[in-house]
């Protein structure tokens, strides 16, 4: 099988450009007894690169990817080839591979069988993966949002806060989000149900657009993006706000990092700011996926992918998707899903 593959080759100094990598054709390599190929369908495009690209955006104990090689990312596809007896030829997988168009799992690797019965193969690195599983520890457990409490959520319309800003409103919180577009904005109000939301690019200023959405401030702030929308909220928390610091996308292509002038007002609202990172709440994965299952077949909560076509088109639309072009969670769509 002749593979096409993207490797990691320069370290971007600020934002990634096109020169990070190489696209190469080569053949894969021929199995071993307990190794699977997986011709991949759907690979995963998250903001977490970038920091491992190279910067100061790592969560703890995470290490930079390494220069050439295939740039690792969770995957969705099917067993092409297996010397694996929990593995067969057919079966739909998920799993830890890379920005290619075969993966080989040695020795079946991380690979778990997807479960059709649970919506879409793609939803397996999506909602009901990793930016699901995260957006529920950050507004649950972090965020533990109560009743008519306001919940802001910043990169509303993305992977990760689609997802967060719609749990919060079924547990009965007043929802403000906000994006880079308009179109983005009215998806966050029309489709994903938010009280409402604004753009954060064209309002006079995000304080003001606080001021108008949050008329009784901020009790849980959902934080995807840092920077100058973090110093805005921090000016509008109540006293006892919790803030799940789920990430800040803003400041990852910065070599200066923006600190917010007003970190002191955790101390006199008696608030709590947590950065969480998703690796350390995987035990709760198992039970994570029938609650979200139950809750997109009832149409609770709905969930939107942003898909790319073409291997080729992986590295731009990776910087894209760091540029704000996504609408919903972006996904590389490489080979045929046959479910479709
Ligand atoms: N803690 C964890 O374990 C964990 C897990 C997954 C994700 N995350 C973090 O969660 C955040 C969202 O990730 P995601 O996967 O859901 O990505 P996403 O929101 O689907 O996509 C990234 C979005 O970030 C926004 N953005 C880019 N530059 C920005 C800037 N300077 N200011 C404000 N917004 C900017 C863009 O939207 P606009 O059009 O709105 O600018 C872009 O569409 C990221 O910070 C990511 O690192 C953390």
């Not at 604004?198 to 200023?205: D, I, L």
């Not at 292509?253 to 008696?270: H, Q, W």
């Not at 590295?315 to 769509?333: D, H, V």
């Amino acid at each position: 099988m002749q593979n096409r593959r993207i490797y990691f080759i320069e370290r971007p100094d600020g934002p990634v450009t096109p020169a990070c990598f190489d696209i190469r054709d080569e053949p894969t390599p021929g199995l071993e007894e307990g190794d699977v190929v997986v011709r991949n369908i759907y690979l995963s495009c998250d903001p977490y690169m970038r920091g491992r690209m190279g910067g100061t955006a790592n969560y703890p104990g995470s290490k930079n990817f390494p220069l050439n090689e295939v740039i690792p990312a969770r995957v969705v596809g099917q067993v092409e080839a297996s010397q694996n007896s929990k593995f067969k030829e057919g079966d739909l997988v998920w799993g830890f591979l890379g920005w290619e168009l075969y993966s080989m799992a040695k020795g079946g690797g991380d690979l778990r069988v997807i479960d059709p019965f649970l919506g879409p193969i793609s939803h397996a690195i999506t909602v009901i993966g990793m930016p699901g599983l995260t957006a529920r520890v950050g507004i649950l457990d972090i965020g533990k949002p109560k009743k008519g409490e306001t919940a802001f959520i910043s990169s509303a319309s993305g992977a990760v806060g689609q997802v967060a800003g719609q749990i919060a409103r079924l547990e009965g919180c007043h929802v403000v989000g906000s994006a880079g577009s308009d179109e983005k904005v009215r998806h966050i109000v029309d489709v994903l149900g938010f009280n409402s939301a604004f753009n954060y690019k064209t309002v006079s200023s995000i304080g003001d657009a606080l001021n108008e959405y949050c008329p009784n401030g901020i009790d849980i702030y959902f934080e995807n993006v840092g920077g100058e929308t973090l110093e805005a909220v921090l000016d509008r928390i109540n006293v006892g706000a919790r803030i799940p610091v789920c990430g800040q996308i803003s400041q990852y292509d910065s070599t200066v990092r923006f600190e917010p002038c007003n970190i002191d007002a955790l101390e006199l609202k008696g608030a709590l700011m947590q950065k969480f990172s998703i690796y350390e709440h995987m035990d709760q994965y198992d039970a994570f996926l029938p609650w979200m299952a139950e809750r997109m077949k009832a149409g609770k909560i709905v969930y939107y992918e942003d898909i790319v076509d073409g291997i080729e088109n992986t590295p731009a639309a990776f910087i894209g998707m760091m540029q704000g072009e996504n609408l919903g969670k972006r996904l590389m769509r490489v080979s045929e899903d046959p479910t479709l």
